[in-house]
């Protein structure tokens, strides 16, 4: 099994017009680990002086979590970390056919933990996505979960123009479909719930992406979503490229909620008007195996 090896450089730089002090932060930065990736070297630099232990909460994500010991007009937080990456399973071959029926069906011992990812995350707007919904998947062609999948992701990334946004929060996905447009983020959370409607367990994921932007070092963070099929657990499907999940990907958390899984977050004291700006960088960079940096 073809291995890569990829290391990612994230830095996030919180600016303020004076010094400022800091309340307790929670940083979800180092990727996942399972079959498919494996951290191989981690490094957080944070400023100003702090005091960082690491946790992992209730959906297995390595949480760290920052008490700040001085005040500082800037906080600024760098990740650098080393993984190896195999090919996800399942994968499906031209030679190994693959479906899950739909309406899909739980096993008894994982129903009561996938009620939480079937319910949605808003419900006032459950209507006009199950009406988008109704509308892109014919009851006809509702025999197999995997394509009806694939078609959502697919429609998504046709019918929301991808916009990076700098602003917090995610958008709800009456306001996508009314904009026609918004962040990874928000088109995740679209075909989010477009899934759960569909009685379909779904979580949002935060991580990467490998691509032009990152090894340019423009990128940001990325953000996708997974839906639970028995028999072949949880499938990644990332709607703003509109395909499955892959090497590309490389997951740090995930959540039922989009606001779940923030990269950083904290709060200051001080007024709104002491923000001044947040930038977010972050690189890729493939390495030879065996090499680290």
């Known amino acids: 099994m073809n291995m890569s090896r990829l290391r990612i450089q994230h830095r996030t730089v919180y600016s303020y017009v ?3 002090r800091f309340g307790r932060h929670k940083l979800i930065l180092r990727p996942r680990e399972g079959h498919d990736i494996r951290v191989v070297q981690l ?3 944070i400023q100003p002086e702090h005091r960082l232990i690491w946790t992992r909460d209730m959906f297995g994500n390595s949480v760290g979590i920052v008490d700040f010991l001085s005040d500082a007009s800037e906080l600024n937080v760098l990740s650098e970390v080393v993984v190896d990456r195999w090919a996800p399973f399942p994968r499906a071959g031209a030679d190994q056919p693959w479906s899950v ?3 899909v069906t739980c096993d008894a011992f994982e129903a009561g933990i996938a009620q939480g990812y079937q319910s949605p995350t808003y419900p006032d707007d459950g209507a006009r996505v199950r009406q988008w919904v109704d509308e ?3 009851s006809s062609n509702r025999l197999d979960a995997e394509m009806m999948l694939h078609h959502l992701c697919s429609s998504v990334r046709n019918e929301i123009q991808y916009l990076r946004r700098s602003e917090k929060g995610v958008q709800t996905p009456s306001v996508t479909l009314d904009l026609g447009r918004g962040s990874c983020r928000d088109m995740a959370t679209l075909m989010l719930e477009a899934v759960r409607s569909l009685g379909i367990p779904a979580r949002f994921v935060s ?5 032009l932007a990152s090894d340019a070092g423009r990128a940001s963070t990325h953000a996708w979503m997974e839906a639970y099929l028995p028999g072949f657990g949880w499938c990644g499907y990332d709607p703003t490229l ?3 999940s892959s090497e590309k990907h490389v997951a740090v958390g995930v959540s039922p909620h989009p606001r779940g899984v923030m990269p950083i977050s904290g709060q200051y004291e ?7 700006s947040l930038n977010v960088q972050v690189l890729t960079e493939p390495l030879a195996e065996g090499a680290v940096r």
Not at 207 to 211: N, Q
């Open 207 to 211: 991580g990467y992406l490998h691509c």
């Open 270 to 276: 001080g007024t709104a008007g002491d923000f001044i």
């Open 136 to 138: 892109r998947l014919p």
């Open 43 to 45: 490094h957080i630099d």
């Open 101 to 103: 029926t739909y309406p």
């Open 242 to 244: 509109g395909e499955r």
């Open 18 to 20: 004076r010094p400022v």
